[in-house]
């Protein structure tokens, strides 16, 4: 910081006072911008960057305590206290707390002072009162927050003052200053409190009740206080029938002012408390919440009773909490959850999770509070349905006790339901529809009974790590037991038939349990499969319910099956246990624990369908005992009995038929099954899957019945259809109005001809339609019309009847149609897994074109989002899984000549597509084939060249080295992708693109070595071939991998060619008409401007002489296109390849210099055209000379050789006087210089390189300047009026060389560097 004399005068009174100059204030403000952007940066809304401002102010002000930067931060903080951002108030008020605390010299009242001072409420005007109210408040928490305030008694006391003040202003500040005043005498002594206790409470019971803060303050006093209370108030009891009112109306003000928070006013909790303390609970629960605020039918006193019911939890006995959670309050709060259910709704629930959850984690020790607490909720039920969800996450704090009292609770509800426990009630809608099955018992069970069953298999789901390996085994065979096991005779080997049923299980309730447990079996085959020490002996939990389910199955007197085994069914029971004993000396093979899963899940799904599920097991076992009984063979095509399917077959229609079922369990099995037996895989079990996957097949064939889980689903969600009927039915209406809507307009459709001649025909009969002589006729009497009607009516009746069954069968058809795709879906897994665990299969290749055809038909039918599910999923099998492998097959056998012959029909395919993302798929899958062919190796295919060279039917050599072990035929390939490029240059809507050749290039150089011919050829052809030629040479110079292919001498052989072609396209450079043209022209520069960074890079040399001629003769007509839309490019490129050659772009003028007339035109003839006008005193004067006079246009005419009038100008014209005019690098001298050497057509033009090195003296940049006309010669003179010749015309000195330049720059000459040397010269000598 500078002198105590510039940081002084920072006050504007002492500046003012001691007469400082602005220029110390300026000084000050120089050195200081680091301090002065604290404040702004304590203003900001990030939290971060106010702290660190902060900081950095107390940090930069700890330096300096005593000098005028103190007296400044003080008064920008208290002035930020008032600002108009109400965002920024709260920032400035911690930091003057910050501030305060730091430097405890500064004394608080002489700072409160200077805040009344500032924001005095006697003198405010009432448009500025708003913020000058927030600043005293802010204000005094920024006293209180430093911790000083209450160690001043001063400043205590005019605060309290200050505070009582701003409670006047309730429309500003509401609450604001009591709740101040309240945390401020929390934090005094008991002294000072029985101080100010006087100043701050009234002594009236009716002031202390009529309002919340007045409430709390005399709360807080008799808690520090009483005796001082006691004499001042006298003996209080708030909970007397006379205060209970009062106490309501208190709590209802604070309810309301916390409507916005959504939070528990302290008031209530402490009223609470109070309660507890004096032994008043029940009195303050039943009469102060019950009876007084939720009988209020005000939601947010309804909410805060919710509030104060979870608040309440922590603080509670067993016994009150037996009265609170079976009272209205919790039977309040089912309603609230039942019935919020729209979107905008606020929601109470997720509150109360963070209640129950807080208090449950907070008492572990304590598990007889946490049951009552989780069996309270789980008995509040709307009509037998439990409000709280099945999947409740507070479980995860119960302890172990606990939890297993829970589940005993949970099964005995089950089992004996005991209706009259649970806190039942009714919506409002379900009390108006006076349903009287709504209220039967037997409804109710069945409700509380599936939702008791769902909730023990989220209890697993959740907490399936942390419980105990009992508890588990447990619910598990409960579970069992009651979805397919009825008990005849009880006994004590088998714990779950000594439990009755008080209501019998109805067929309903035995599916939700059916459901539930292959949930849970789910639950526990995939979740705890990393963990399956915690089983018994090291076994799946899948094993364990198998062998309790043949326990059961043994006991045939005491229990039975609900569906009862045939004699065939139970002996497929016995050979599945036998076939699990023989797996288990198989139990070291990863595949006998896929088989062994396999077996055990049909095992059970045969206790819920045994008919079904009893052949697939007969078949699983065969194969089980095929698989791991023989050995393994090479030849995986042919099986022993032609008669019977190899075992494989077999397997993969089982997995087939378990995909049709709609269960992710079956679906990961079938998996895991699957991917064991691939590597044994054969043709005809692969197109058993690629039959599910065919479109043109799939949809006739019905070997495979696909099913779903409707009625399950509509057993969940039975209830919730209900609820949502009675709860939602305005939004329903407005759907069934849409709805209806809809279904005119189908039915306005769905009118057929037979229909209406079927009308016609009964309005005839009826003599409704008359003929021509209509009018003479009678009107129909009432029998006739009767009679019509009843008519119209059956026909009507009998027409909607047949738009309904149209409707119903397409409707069914479109669910069909939807199964099928699910399916096919899921089936597409077993492919996954095939391309991924068996890429060197050669079964792989037989999946390319079945994978296309789904993507072709996806493509073009991917409305609805299945369609898409389904496309997606097989262009990424496609793609990632098969294209992009690293492994391939390498074994090809007798496949190669196949496989030509389909690279062939794959680019044919590609060639054909209506689009290019299809066509993307059919190239990629040809290359995909390449690169098999390249990378086997076959002795046949090598033998068989070798015959037909013999032969003389193949006169191509023989391939030597690398090549002499691959399947591809290089031949064959290059003519089937050379067919392709040419149609892709030649076709105008070809659905090839560039990239797909590009990436054939990259990843096949050899081949894009012979397919260069063919691009060099379509250079020089038409328009359209021309432009992709050149953009695909361009490309595919540029690719290492193809340089690799080339030698030296093809390379620039190769280089010259294009070269050429090139050169020739540029003749006509400049002269494009259409947009095709021009692209062409750009191309063109573009694969010229390519050759050169190449020939640059690998230093071949060229002759470029042609090349030079070409372009600088096309410079003229180049010119005159120099204004068309799209030229700058052109312009751009054609000047780089210039460069290239040694010959640099023009300067170009500003376009701010003003145009001056040609020479050609008269100044007379054409007047400049007036753009608006100035006033007269606006108009810049001109200075005019004193020989000079003016035009009749205004505009300065000079004779001979006088200067112009403009000043500005004087020296840059003597300047270009004596230099010859030059134009877009054109010297314009009329004579070459004498020494410079001229170059003839046959001298060959070097390479750039090569050029700069042996660059003469005498030529510029490279570049020798070649004779040139004179100026005046060049031009036209029929151009030219005979007014216009130089030296005779009325125009002026500078129009006419202007003119002269505008002509000069029409050569097409290149050169001007000597020009620029000879102006630098002249402005060198014009210095001093």
Known sequence: MGSRELAEPLSPGEATQSGARPADRHGLLKHSREFLDFFWDIAKPEQETRLAATEKLLEYLRGRPKGSEMKYALKRLITGLGVARETARPCYSLALAQLLQSFEDLPLCSILQQIQEK??????????????????????????????????????????????????????????????????????????????????????????????????????AQQKVPSKLKKLVGSVNLFSDENVPRLVNVLKMAAASVKKDRKLPAIALDLLRLALKEDKFPRFWKEVVEQGLLKMQFWPASYLCFRLLGAALPLLTKEQLQLVLRGDVIRHYGEHVC???????????????????????????????????????????????????????????????????????????????????????????????????????????????????????????????????????????????????????????????????????????????????????????TQLKQATDQTRGGQPWTYHLVQFADLLLNHSHNVTTVTPFSAQQRQAWDRMLQTLKELEAHSSEARAAAFQHLLLLVGIHLLKSPAESCDLLGDIQTCIRKSLGEKPRRSRTKAIDPQEPPW??????????????????????????????????????????????????????????????????????????????????????????????SEEEERDGDVDQGFREQLMTVLQAGKALGGEDSEDEEELGDEAMMALDQSLASLFAEQKLRVQARRDEKNKLQKEKALRRDFQIRVLD??????????????????????????????????????????????????????????????????????????????????????????????????????????S????????????????????????????????????????????????????????????FLSLFSRHPVLCKRLLPVLVQHVTGPVRPRHQACLLLQKALSLREVRSCFEDPEWKQLMGQVLAKVTENLRVLGEAQTKAEHQQALSSLELLNALFRTCKQEKLTLDLTVLLGVLQGQQQSLQQGAHSTG????????????????????????????????????????????????????????????????????????????????????????????????????????????????????????????????????????????????AGQKQPQKALPEKGVVGKSPVSVPARRKARLSLVSRSPSLLQSGAKKKKAQLRKAGKP
């Open 830 to 935: 077993l492919v996954e897994v095939l391309v991924t665990k068996q890429p060197e299969n050669a079964l792989v290749l037989e999946l390319l074109e079945p994978l296309l055809s789904i993507i072709r038909r996806s493509l073009r039918s991917s409305s609805s989002k299945q369609e898409q599910d389904f496309l997606h999923k097989t262009a990424r099998i496609f793609t990632h899984h098969l294209c992009r492998a690293r492994r391939y097959c390498h074994d090809l056998g007798e496949r190669a000549e196949a496989l030509h012959a389909q690279v062939e029909r794959l680019v044919q395919q590609a060639g054909r597509q209506p689009d290019s993302a299809t066509a993307l798929y059919h190239f990629n899958a040809s290359l995909y084939l390449l690169r098999v062919l390249k990378g």
């Open 119 to 220: 924001y005095d409420l006697c003198e405010v005007k009432k448009t500025m009162l708003r913020p000058v109210l927030f600043a005293n408040l802010f204000g005094v928490l920024a006293l209180f927050q430093s911790g000083r305030l209450v160690k001043d008694r001063e400043a205590l006391m005019k605060s309290v003052k200050l505070l009582q003040a701003l409670a006047q202003y309730q429309n500003h500040l509401q609450e604001q200053p009591g709740k101040a005043l309240l945390d401020v005498l929390s934090e005094v002594s008991v002294a000072t409190l029985q101080e100010i206790l006087p100043e701050v409470l009234k002594a009236d019971l009716n002031a202390i009740l009529s309002s919340p803060e007045q409430l709390e303050l005399f709360l807080l």
């Open 1127 to 1270: 030229s700058s490019r052109l312009h751009d490129l054609y000047w780089q390849a210039m460069k290239t050659l040694g010959v640099q772009r023009p300067k170009l003028e500003k376009k701010g210099a003003k145009e001056v007339p040609s020479a050609t035109q008269s100044p007379i003839s054409k007047k400049r055209k007036k753009k608006g006008f100035l006033p007269e005193t606006k108009k810049r004067k001109k200075r005019k000379s004193e020989d000079g006079t003016l035009a009749e246009d205004g505009t300065p005419a000079a004779t001979g050789g006088s200067q112009p009038p403009s000043m500005g100008r004087k020296k840059r014209n003597r300047t270009k006087a004596k230099v010859p005019a030059q134009a877009n690098g054109t010297p314009a001298t009329k004579s070459p210089a004498p020494g410079t050497p001229t170059l003839s057509p046959s001298t060959a033009a070097k390479s750039p390189k090569l050029q700069k090195k042996s660059q003469k003296p005498s030529q510029v940049n490279g570049a020798p300047r070649p004779p040139v006309e004179p």
């Open 339 to 525: 019935t919020a259910k729209l979107p905008k709704q606020f929601k109470f629930a997720p509150e109360m999770e963070n209640y129950v959850g807080t208090f449950l984690e907070g008492c572990q020790d304590d598990p007889e509070r946490q049951l009552a607490v989780l069996v309270a909720f789980s008995s509040v039920t709307n009509q037998g349905l439990p409000v709280a969800p099945t999947f409740w996450r507070v479980v995860r704090f119960l302890s172990p006790p606990a939890l297993r009292g829970y589940v005993a609770w949970l099964q005995d509800m089950f089992l004996q339901p005991d209706l009259d426990s649970l806190v039942d009630f009714s919506t409002n809608n379900q009390k108006k529809a006076q349903d009287a099955s709504l209220y039967v018992p037997e409804r109710a069970v069945f409700r509380l009974r599936k939702w008791i069953i769902f909730r023990l298999v989220s209890i697993v789901d959740s907490l399936h790590l942390e419980m105990e390996e009992a508890l588990t085994a447990q619910v598990a065979r409960f579970c069992l037991f009651h979805a397919f096991f009825v008990t005849k005779k009880p006994t004590s080997q088998i714990p779950e038939t000594k439990q009755p049923f008080s209501f019998p299980l109805e067929s309903q309730a035995r599916e939700a349990a059916s459901s539930a447990f292959f949930s849970l079996l789910q639950t526990l085959s």
């Open 648 to 741: 494989v077959e077999v397997l993969v229609e089982i997995l087939l038929a378990l995909l049709a079922q709609p269960s992710h369990l079956m679906r990961q099995v079938a998996r895991s099954v699957f991917g064991h037996i691939c590597s044994q895989l054969t043709p005809r079990a692969l197109q058993l899957i690629l039959d599910v996957l065919n479109p043109e097949t799939s949809e006739d064939e019905d070997h495979v019945v696909v099913t779903d889980d409707s009625d399950e689903r509509r057993l969940k969600g039975a209830e919730d259809k209900s609820e949502d009927g009675e709860d939602n039915r305005s939004s329903e209406s407005e759907e069934e109005s849409e709805g209806e809507e």
């Open 937 to 996: 190796t076959a002795e046949g295919c090598v033998r068989e060249t070798r015959e037909k060279q013999k032969a003389g039917t193949d006169p191509s050599p023989v391939p030597t080295g690398p090549q002499a072990a691959s399947c591809l035929d290089l031949n064959l390939v290059t003519r089937v992708y050379s067919s392709a490029l040419s149609s892709f240059l030649t076709k105008r809507n070809s659905p090839l693109t560039v990239p797909m």
